[in-house]
């Protein structure tokens, strides 16, 4: 079954300790990227990644470091989480977006309390 | 500013009705643009992309107007599963920065 798959579904943290949030899909898909969404706000673009080695930052980028060394994999690194970066998460994939492939699938979420 | 604004409702209809929700987005160099539907905090999933032509699936109709920069969407003969809110996204002149309302949340009541 095509899927992206995030883990954990559910994180409770303290404030300073590092973490990591996987994702991974397995339709071969070139785009991933990362939101946070959070009440009032939408979604909003962490980061994401073109392809292999290829990332870059999206909106909120500050507080949140990301890694793409394989093409399935993309996860989501917080060196030293702060109440702040309590939120849900999602990660998500397309094919390619402006190749008629700027359809996002998305994982089921990460959510996240820093404490 | 936001890059994309939308009304957060809810909008409460009756089976049956017909509702439209409306987007702006801010930037005159977006090139694709979309309707997703989240369920209660799950991942939002697409419901359609919206073309200048317009387009149709079903009982949804989407609208894109570029000279006013908004988008549209009409659910015709609403059904109690079409509860969710709605999700206007559109994506950069790139095609790689996605940008997301806050949502529309309907309710559709018996």
């Known amino acids: 079954e095509a899927q992206v798959t995030q883990n954990p579904r559910y994180l409770i943290t303290v404030t300073g300790k590092k973490l990591t949030v996987t994702c991974s899909q397995n339709?071969?898909?070139?785009?991933m990227s990362w939101y946070r969404q959070d009440p009032g706000l939408g979604l909003r673009q962490i980061y994401y990644s073109m392809n292999v080695e290829v990332t870059d930052k999206g909106d909120v980028p500050e507080g949140y470091k990301v890694s793409r060394k394989e093409k399935r994999n993309f996860p989501l690194i917080l060196e030293s989480p702060s109440p702040n970066q309590t939120s849900l998460y999602f990660c998500a994939s397309s094919l390619f977006p402006g190749q008629g492939g700027e359809k996002l699938f998305f994982g089921s979420g990460t959510q996240l309390s820093v404490l | 500013r936001k890059e994309v604004e939308q009304d957060p409702g809810p909008f409460n209809v009756p089976e049956g009705a017909t509702v439209a929700f409306n987007c702006t987005y801010s930037n005159s160099a977006s090139q694709s643009f979309f309707w997703y539907r989240q369920d209660c905090r799950k991942e939002p999933k697409l419901l359609m992309s919206?073309?200048?032509s317009g387009n149709e699936d079903g009982r949804f109709t989407a609208q894109l107007n570029r000279a006013s920069q908004y988008i549209s969407l009409l659910i015709r003969d609403s059904k109690l599963s079409d509860s969710a809110t709605y999700l206007c996204?559109?994506?950069?002149?790139?095609?790689?920065?996605?940008?997301f309302g806050s949502g529309t949340k309907l309710n559709v009541k018996p």
């Open positions: 996204v559109v994506g950069d002149y790139n095609f790689n920065k996605f940008y």
């Open positions: 919206v073309y200048s």
């Open positions: 339709m071969n898909h070139e785009y």
